[in-house]
Structure formats: C-alpha cells, structure tokens
C-alpha cells in the first residue's frame, strides 16, 4: 500500500509518540540514577553513570522495538481509518460522474464511526438512485399521458380545419371533454407534486359532509346506472374537520375507479366519525382488487387490467386520493371485503395538528 497524506500522517505521529516516551523513560531513568547517586549515595550502589556497552545496545533495541510496534499499530490504524473514507471520496466522484450505483466499501474491522460514515454514503446514493428511477419514469409516464389527449385535440382541430369534420356543437362538446380531462390530469400532477414537496396546504374548517358527499354522488349516479351500478349512501350525520374541497376530490377519484373497475352491483359510499378518526369508505360488491396488486394500488401511473379499457384513466385517481389523506395526517388503504370486492378507506385523525392555511 502506497504511505502518502493522511495516512502517512498518521504513521509518523504515532512514531513520533513512541519515540518521545521512549526517550522520556530514558532519560528520566537516567536523572533518577544521578539524583540516588549524589543525594542519597547509601541507596545506590552502581559508582558509573555511564551506561555500559549492554546497556546502550539494550536501550536501543528498546527503542526500535517502540517505534516498530507505534509504525505497525499506526499502519494498520490508519487503514481501519482511511479505507472507508477513501471509499467514500471514490463514491462521491463516482456520482459526481453520473454513476449512482456507487457504492463504499465497508471493511468488517471498520470503525463503528467510520462504518457509520460509509453505511449513510451508501444510503444515501440508494435514494438518489431511487429519486433518479422515479424521475424517469415520472417523466415517461406524464409524456405518455398528455401525448394522447393532445394528439387528439390536434386531430379533430386539424380535421375540423381541413373541412373533414363539421365544427357543430357535437365537436365542440368532444373537444371540451378531452379538454376536462386534460385540465384534470394535470390538476392531479399539481396536487401530488404539491405534496410530494410538503407545499399542499389545507383550508380546514368543521364540515358536514352528507350534503358535500351527495352533491359528487349524483354526478356518477346516471352513468353508473347505465352500467348497472347501484350507488348507496350511508352517510353519518356529523361535524368532519377537513378540507371539504380535497375531500370532494378524493371521493371523485374512488367513484372514478369503481366505475372503471368494479363489476355490475351495490357500489356503498359511507363516512364514520368516532373518538378519534374521521372515515370515508367506499366498497363494491367485486371483482375487487387483484391481491398482488393491492400493495401497489396507490402508486402513480399503476393501473390493474380495467374491464372497460377504453375508459382507463391516467393512473393517477387513486395516488391522488392517498395524497389527500397524507395532507389530513392520515391514509388511505386498500382492502378485500367479504363478498370478494374492494374496499377503499380514507381515514384522518380528529385532532387538527396537521398542516392548513
């Protein structure tokens, strides 16, 4: 191993160290000879203070064992220190470069403080790694999503243009919808990138959400019905402290996925207050969830197989929906019921200790 910077610092100090006490026990042996010698003469019995040859080559060797032993401990100090931390340094330019798959090297005989050092390193090029993955796929994911709704509205404006399609109210009445749906997927990447960034504030005030609830229940009412979907409402009368604004918004991309998803059937949407949690359920009577796709069920952009494909959205309803109940201090969760549907909850504690403007 090449000795240069710190760790010939480190070897030359220790040296240094042993070389000074060596020479201070000594010298010191030596001084205490001549203070027994000539004040107290009757206690010492050796007449030369003069070291004889012996003792010179004994008090050498000393020495030289001393500084051996402070230039191995030093050595191999030093590499308990300096690897890890040269580990780091090659990690940092390797990131630096562009390569966050790098990784320090821990050594088993590490320092703990060291170890310490270098397991934080690592931890945190795992994040950056993950953010980086993450932001790719952002990235994809949200071209792939407003490709499609552009890609259209360039289509009819263009055909409309070129005399292909008649500009009549119909025409309008397609363009304004893509146009919603548009403006609502882009809303949905505000709000999770709002909380995403811990910029999602909240009008909180004491609400009774039966009215608010029934209002968003009557927009899906019809369609639903034309699919054989059944709304219920089982709505507890009650004061929620929440933002009825979001919650409107949450509930609107539940309904949205059970339209998509659940089969022909009762569709229950109820609210809960209890000592210590406000409730929101919304359940369908199948073919709920796929079990393997339940732990990924709030992730944007992931979407179980829809049995209306033409009517799949952007992935990101439900995301919304767990970003909502974060910004209330709760969650929202994602379970199987007893008649083999989905059931959807977002819960958020009663005490207001969370953020709001």
């Known amino acids: 191993m090449k000795i240069s910077g710190l760790h010939r610092q480190i070897v030359l100090?220790?040296?240094?160290?042993a070389f000074t006490v060596t020479f201070l026990v000594l010298l010191t042996s030596y001084i205490l000879c001549y203070l027994l010698e000539t004040y107290w003469?009757?206690?010492?019995?050796?007449d030369n203070l003069v070291p004889s040859g012996p003792e010179w080559v004994w008090m050498a060797g000393i020495t030289l064992i001393g500084l051996l032993?402070?230039?191995?401990?030093?050595?191999?100090?030093?590499?308990?220190i300096l690897h890890p931390l040269n580990a780091v340094a090659e990690g940092l330019r390797d990131i630096a470069d562009g390569n966050l798959q790098a990784r320090a090297d821990v050594r088993a005989d590490s320092m703990s403080e060291i170890a310490t050092l270098a397991g934080n390193f690592n931890h945190l090029a795992a994040q950056l790694e993950r953010v980086s993955?993450?932001?790719?796929?952002?990235?994809?994911?949200?071209?792939?999503?407003?490709?499609?709704?552009?890609?259209i509205l360039k289509g009819r404006?263009?055909?409309?243009?070129?005399?292909?399609?008649?500009?009549?109210?119909?025409?309008?009445?397609?363009?304004?919808r893509h146009v919603d749906?548009?403006?609502?997927?882009?809303?949905?990447?505000?709000?999770?990138?709002?909380?995403?960034?811990g910029h999602l504030l909240l009008t909180l005030q004491d609400t009774c959400l039966v009215s608010e609830l029934t209002a968003v229940a009557d927009l899906f009412r019809n369609e639903m019905a034309q699919q054989g979907q059944t709304l219920v409402l089982d709505l507890q009368a009650g004061v929620f402290r929440c933002d009825p604004i979001r919650i409107r918004q949450a509930l609107i991309a539940l309904l949205d996925n059970a339209r998509q998803h659940a089969d022909p059937g009762k569709i229950t949407v109820s609210t809960e207050v209890s000592a210590q949690t406000y409730l929101l359920k919304v359940s369908d009577s199948g073919p709920g969830i796929p079990e393997d796709f339940i732990a990924f069920?709030?992730?944007?952009?992931?979407?179980?197989?829809?049995?209306?494909?033409?009517a799949r959205g952007s992935g990101l309803g439900l995301a919304v929906v767990q970003?909502?109940?974060h910004a209330h201090g709760g969650q929202a969760v994602c379970y199987r019921n007893a008649q083999g549907g989905s059931v959807f909850e977002l819960r958020w504690p009663v005490a207001a200790g969370y953020l709001s403007k």
């Open 13 to 17: 100090s220790m040296t240094a160290i």
């Open 157 to 176: 404006l263009q055909g409309m243009a070129d005399g292909v399609f008649t500009a009549d109210a119909a025409q309008f009445q397609q363009l304004l």
């Open 69 to 80: 032993l402070a230039a191995i401990a030093a050595f191999k100090l030093s590499a308990r």
């Open 133 to 151: 993955g993450e932001q790719k796929f952002w990235n994809a994911a949200i071209a792939h999503e407003l490709r499609t709704p552009v890609t």
């Open 297 to 310: 069920v709030f992730d944007a952009f992931r979407q179980a197989p829809a049995k209306n494909t033409a």
């Open 323 to 325: 970003t909502i109940a």
């Open 181 to 197: 749906g548009l403006a609502r997927l882009i809303e949905d990447l505000r709000i999770v990138s709002l909380e995403e960034n």
């Open 41 to 46: 003469p009757e206690s010492y019995t050796n």
